[in-house]
């Protein structure tokens, strides 16, 4: 029964992943060039010990980014607002690394406590609107992105900005000393027999990620907190009525969203750039939301759409180097975003219809049985 | 009643010749589990007001429906006009001239009155609007009406009144000449109603027919020529209405014979479970009372039934109980505590079990499997919850006793909500209210859209938890269930309880006029 | 095939590869072994055979061996008409006068992944690796050290430490300097005591650009009013490809009685030089714009030339093209390198004939820059 489901739901995935290629495939063709040799292409990038590396750290922001986004979704809250909460969560958790010293343990955990407390205070403007003013967190979080970038840029250039030395360029803030620093996961690596070329490193955020996924999943299915969470979502009349305070539930909803937001960047920050640059990625906190959507909220699904996508984003680099164009990868992103939710759309619906059916054929047999 | 005559055959209104606007023959719809329609049989005369009486759920709605184009019969034959008409959607009603004016306006809040009226139908001039002809078209409806009304204003500035005016001449812009009105003066303020009424009379005398939807008896005998009362499904009759009077008609829609009570009298009532002191709820938007004087006690193994038309302030009586809306003045006491100040969570908590009268909106978690519907509004006590945690076992353990114990036919606890058929929906929120060991019972509706079956299962079970000393609040439109179940009756009418009866000794006659206000006009 | 190390690997990611892979290997078989069988990550199925082992040695091309140039573009690449522009110039003389073969990667949107392509392409088998542009500073100076062999030139940048034995060349610009004269340019050519400056993003380079221009201006009318504005703030780079909000903000200047604008927006100022056609149009006034980085006359539309007064030369391409040229003849020198006034790495356009008739004075204020009379700032 839930193997049938499962079945359904992994042919419809793998269909969709396929499909998506196909359709690429045609886009390639159109432009006269060989999808072979590009998927090919590709694969072989992409099976590269640095590239394997480098996806999974570039999944790692994309994964946090999507579990903050999937805690909204649950209750039908969509929290566009990812975006601006890392930005601030980041660059304040950068700047208040860099100016304290402390030992390892306690300074990073200073650090990541920071940054969700900064990506909760801010997503929780948002609740705040929604559950007394009822401003819609679509407009208020999209608002606040703007308002956070704005206001991010402002406290680095006056406040939070380093005296680089000499001529360089770069807006950052100061370096956060070596207790702050999360370590690479490269000895492990090595110890396990893979040769990491010089330059890559695996960022240890990786684990804390993985945490964070199981942290989600608890909350989500496991907790008091997190039924009343989704109860809101699946039927906001009925969640009322079983006693869910809705203001409340927006409250907390948003703030334990944007506290995920906040570490979307944790991994890139204390593993690689160890302060708050300009270089620092942006845009994850939408790519977020399609991962989001492409792993349907749930904490093992998302961690795959993540890995797809980084996966994408790394392996396309080396189209350029054959005269393919790289945009191919915007392209192909996006139709598996359209035929993932599609497949996801049809299994729901076929589940959906079966299981009716096997309510139904159960209840007219009983009845043949005569009452119980 | 027998002093009623039942008239298919009723001479139509003086003046009129030639065929029927409407004639309804053998009309039956059957939804999984009930049948809504059950061969309805009527005809309504051209330029008549016709009115169309039942209580709530009688299936009045289902019916304009069906002739509205939004339904289709699965027995049964529709005339217009002396044509038999098949419609597939609101578009076909429209093009025989049928049209509708809904309870609920449909009108864009920012647009004109103009824009309005001409969205969707938008009179075209080489691709462009020609605003001066809607217009010109749209002023000569209104004059007719007898009612100014500036077509350049925005909807979102009218009054209600005026609203519904905008609704009656978007359906007669579109050419219909058959409207069919569902419940009109629910929104309106008496005044209103005196205004919509004029409007009314204007258009029959241009011909127009009207077929008027209503549970407000007054109103029905004071604007209509006609009228049909339906009750459980089936034509009861189609009468004159000038040979009615208030009480004759209230006793058409309540019935000749009421069920005979069978709830074994109570043996030792316990403390007062639920008390509820003069409770008043006001609407800060229409500025009136939706509920006021709202006084009585529940006890301990004692079921108080709430008679009453719907739409008189039980879906507010309960919402105000169980805490989802904020009451402006009163008293509630939960086993003797004051909850008046508590929010939903600690009124259930406290022991407020509730039969929602809509599973889908208030009860069900549909995509959710039946464990984790088994505990919602138990979310915090165990078994399923253990500290802040959700206790999976313990949670799926009492699902599957609900399912056992109140025959909830499944393939199991982990199918979801949605798979079950609506008894059997209903019989796992029973069985979860009951099973939880409530104190007070707030159940409305408990059997509304289930099967036979189901039915009497469900009211064992309440009869069961009534003997063992549950208080039971019972708020139902079907009299079999009232007075089936309850130890004592209360009639609730605009928002006031009105009248405590006792099942016992109830007859037909008292219970319809109290229910539907006819006992004030006897009185005065 | 070889068994992937990483069978931890998860799911959709394996899935995709290996039909990926599959793909692949129905039509290219032959090459297949080799390219998954590659260890090192400097190695590539595409190497030909010849250049697999002389990246080592920077003097090690001949004439019948093309040296391999990489060049990693900011935001926006070629095509941005300006400061990307400018760099793909020197690169393309390069070509045509020696024998080059170039490969050209431009990061994705937010920048992020300068560092994976410097170091991708270092690992590609070239000689010379150009990174255009000062956000390089991170990339460059962790993979300049891990590719010994590979020739680093550094647009703008700076690295501490660099000295002749380094691999890198930071090759630096006195845009101060320039922005001084089309500055003084401006406060001779504008009738009204007003001119403007439009910044891409208000960072520490183009800050630079602002106090050279203020200081031109000032240099001839002590008292011109000067409006400026930047189109958007860091880490937001859209400032440089943002020609909408370019014309925007130009349109406002010009309307507020600004009658010269100058512009340090890369992609952004196309959208300058239409507001300049567009307000001269609307106003009958004519008003001009200034170009920057690349001689903008050239490359403008016909119908915008008339409006561009003159440009800021940033001779990017001077820089890339004396680089390479120093790469093929094998003298390749690290450390630091500023192209200023002095070396006409910066200096004023004339095309267009605009600026004909004050020519004589901003030739007076270059000399004197450059003997050092005048002291320009390079920030506030």
């Known amino acids: 029964m839930n193997l049938r489901s499962a079945l359904i739901r992994l042919g419809a995935s793998l269909g969709a992943i396929l499909l998506a290629l196909a359709l690429s495939s045609i886009v390639l063709l159109i432009i006269d060039r060989s999808p072979l040799e590009a998927f090919a292409a590709m694969g072989s990038y992409a099976s590269r010990v640095d590239s394997m590396i480098s996806i999974i750290n570039r999944a790692v922001p994309l994964y946090v980014s999507a579990v903050a986004v999937a805690v909204g979704f649950q209750m039908k809250l969509f929290n566009i607002g990812v975006e601006g909460q890392y930005r601030i969560a980041a660059l304040v958790a950068a700047w208040v690394g860099g100016a304290v010293a402390l030992p390892g343990i306690l300074h990073v955990s200073l650090i990541i406590l920071v940054a969700a407390l900064v990506g909760a205070a801010w997503s929780s403007i948002a609740g705040i609107l929604k559950a007394f003013r009822g401003v819609h967190e679509v407009i208020s979080t999209i608002m606040l992105n703007f308002i956070g970038t704005g206001l991010g840029a402002w406290l680095l250039a006056n406040h939070f900005r380093e005296e680089t030395e000499g001529g360089s360029l770069i807006i950052a803030t100061a370096r956060i000393p070596e207790s702050g620093r999360l370590p690479s996961l490269n000895p492990v690596l090595e110890g396990l027999g893979v040769e990491v070329p010089s330059g890559s490193d695996l960022h240890s955020f990786v684990l804390f990620a993985i945490l964070l996924g199981v942290g989600y999943y608890v909350l989500i299915w496991r907790t008091r907190l997190g039924y009343d969470l989704r109860a809101f979502g699946a039927n906001p009349g009925a969640a009322e009525a079983s006693g869910v305070n809705l203001k409340r539930m927006t409250l907390i909803t948003m703030a334990i969203s944007g506290a995920f937001a906040g570490l979307v960047v944790m991994g890139p920050v204390l593993g690689s750039f160890h302060r708050y640059t300009t270089d620092i990625p942006i845009e994850l906190g939408f790519t977020g939301i399609a991962v989001a959507l492409v792993g349907r909220n749930r904490p093992v699904q998302m961690a795959l759409a993540a890995l797809l996508f980084a996966f994408l984003n790394r392996s396309a680099q080396i189209l350029d180097f054959r005269g393919i164009p790289k945009e191919i990868e915007t392209i192909i992103g996006g139709v598996i975003i359209l035929t993932v939710v599609i497949a996801n759309e049809l299994a729901r619906r076929v589940i959906q219809a079966q299981e009716v059916r096997d309510a139904a054929a159960k209840t007219a047999r009983d009845d043949e049985e005569g009452p119980a | ?524 | 095939m070889r068994v992937p190390r990483w069978i931890s690997l998860l799911a959709a990611l394996s899935a995709a590869s290996l039909i990926l892979a599959a793909c692949g290997g129905a039509e290219e078989a032959p090459d297949e072994p080799d390219d998954t069988g590659t260890e090192a990550p400097d190695d590539d199925a595409d190497d030909t055979d010849d250049d697999a082992d002389d990246t080592d040695d920077d003097a090690a091309a001949d004439d019948g061996d093309p040296v391999r140039v990489g060049l990693v573009y900011d935001i926006g690449g070629r095509g941005d008409q300006s400061f990307n522009d400018a760099a793909a110039a020197g690169l393309d003389r390069a070509e045509e006068d020696f024998n080059i073969e170039a490969t050209e990667l431009e990061p994705a949107e937010g920048g992020e992944n300068r560092g994976e392509l410097l170091r991708l392409i270092s690992g590609e088998g070239v000689d010379l690796v150009f990174g255009v542009g000062f956000a390089f500073e991170e990339a460059m100076e962790s993979t300049a050290p891990d590719f010994p062999g590979v020739n680093y030139g550094f647009i703008d940048g700076f690295l501490p430490d660099l000295g002749p034995d380094s691999n890198v060349v930071a090759l630096g610009f006195a845009e101060h300097e320039g922005s001084f004269l089309v500055g003084a340019a401006a406060a001779l050519k504008s009738e009204t005591g007003r001119v403007g400056f439009i910044g891409g993003v208000e960072i520490p380079l183009i800050e630079r650009f602002e106090a050279g221009f203020v200081a031109g201006a000032r240099e001839i009318n002590p008292d011109i009013e000067i409006d400026i504005n930047y189109i958007s703030q860091p880490p937001d780079f859209s400032g440089f490809t943002d020609p909408a909000s370019g014309r925007e903000i130009a349109l406002g200047m010009y309307g507020n009685g600004a009658d010269v604008v100058y512009h340090a927006a890369g992609g952004s100022g196309l959208g300058l030089f239409e507001a300049a056609k567009e307000h001269s149009e609307s106003s009958g006034s004519k008003v001009w714009a200034i170009g920057v980085d690349s001689d903008q006359y050239l490359t403008a539309d016909e119908e915008l030339q008339e409006f561009i007064l003159t440009s800021m030369l940033k001779r990017v391409d001077v820089a890339v093209y004396e680089t390479i040229a120093a790469q093929v003849e094998g003298d390749f020198e690290g450390g630091y390198r500023t192209f200023d006034l002095s070396t006409d790495g910066v200096g004023y356009s004339t095309s267009g004939g605009f600026v004909d008739d004050i020519v004589d004075q901003l030739e007076e204020l270059k000399a004197a820059v450059i003997a050092g009379e005048i002291e320009v700032p390079d920030s506030n």
């Open chain 2, 1 to 524: 009643m027998s002093d009623v005559s039942t008239t298919e055959d009723t001479a139509p209104p003086a003046g009129n010749d030639g065929p029927p606007a409407v004639r309804l023959t053998g009309i039956t719809k059957r939804f999984p589990g009930v049948v809504a329609n059950d061969q309805i049989t009527f005809t309504v005369q051209p330029g008549e007001i016709h009115a169309l009486v039942g209580e709530n759920g009688a299936g009045k709605s289902t019916l304009m429906k069906i002739l509205y184009g939004m339904q289709r019969p699965d027995e049964g034959t529709i005339e217009v006009k002396g044509k038999e008409v098949t419609f597939r959607s609101p578009k076909d009603a429209i093009a025989k001239g049928v049209g509708m004016v809904h309870q609920h306006f449909m009108l864009a809040a920012q647009l004109t009155v103009l824009e309005n009226v001409i969205l969707g139908e938008d009179p075209s001039r080489g691709g462009a609007i020609d605003f001066r002809r809607a217009k010109e078209k749209i002023q000569q409806l209104a004059k007719t009406q007898g009612v100014p009304l500036d077509v350049n204003r925005p909807v979102e500035t009218l009054s209600v009144g005026e609203k519904q005016r905008v609704e009656i001449i978007k359906v007669l812009y579109r050419g219909a000449d058959l409207l069919i009105l569902d419940e009109p003066t629910g929104v309106l303020v008496p005044q209103e109603v005196e205004e919509l009424f004029e409007t009314l009379r204007e258009l029959t005398a241009q011909g127009v027919t009207i077929i008027f939807i209503s549970h407000k008896l007054d109103e029905v005998l004071q604007i209509a020529d006609t009228v049909t009362v339906i009750r459980r499904g089936r034509t009861v009759t189609s009468v004159p209405a000038a040979e009615l009077t208030a009480r004759q008609l209230a006793e058409l829609m309540v019935g000749s014979e009421l069920p005979t009570p069978e709830t074994r009298p109570a043996t030792d009532l316990g403390e007062a479970a639920l008390s509820v002191d003069d409770l008043r709820l006001r609407d800060p938007d229409a500025g009136r009372d939706l509920l006021h004087d709202i006084t009585f006690d529940i006890r301990g193994g004692e079921v108080l039934g709430i008679a009453g038309v719907e739409g008189n302030g039980q879906a507010e009586l309960v919402e105000v109980l169980l805490g989802l809306r904020k009451m402006s003045g009163g008293r509630v006491l939960l086993g003797g505590e004051d909850v008046t100040d508590d929010s939903t969570r600690e009124r259930r908590e406290g022991g407020m079990g509730y039969i929602p009268e809509d599973r889908h909106s208030r009860g069900l978690l549909l995509p959710a499997p039946l464990w984790e519907n088994a505990m919602l509004g138990h979310q915090g006590s165990r078994p399923f919850a253990r500290g802040a945690l959700v206790d999976r076992d313990g949670a799926r353990q009492r699902t599957a006793e609900i399912i056992e114990s109140y025959d909830v036919r499944t393939p199991g606890a982990d199918v979801a909500a949605y798979a079950l058929s609506g008894g059997n929906q209903q019989k796992l929120i029973v069985g979860r209210e009951l099973t939880a060991d409530p104190r007070v019972l707030i159940a409305a509706h408990p059997t509304r859209g289930v099967d036979v079956g189901a039915q009497a299962a469900i009211w064992e079970e309440i009869r069961r938890a009534r003997g063992e000393g549950l208080a039971v609040l019972l708020l139902s439109a079907d009299l079999d269930e009232l007075i089936g179940l309850s130890d004592r009756l209360m009639v609730i009418l605009r928002g006031r309880l009105v009248a405590e009866l006792d099942p016992q000794e109830l007859t037909p006659e008292e219970l319809g006029s109290y229910m539907t206000g006819a006992h004030e006009e006897v009185s005065s």
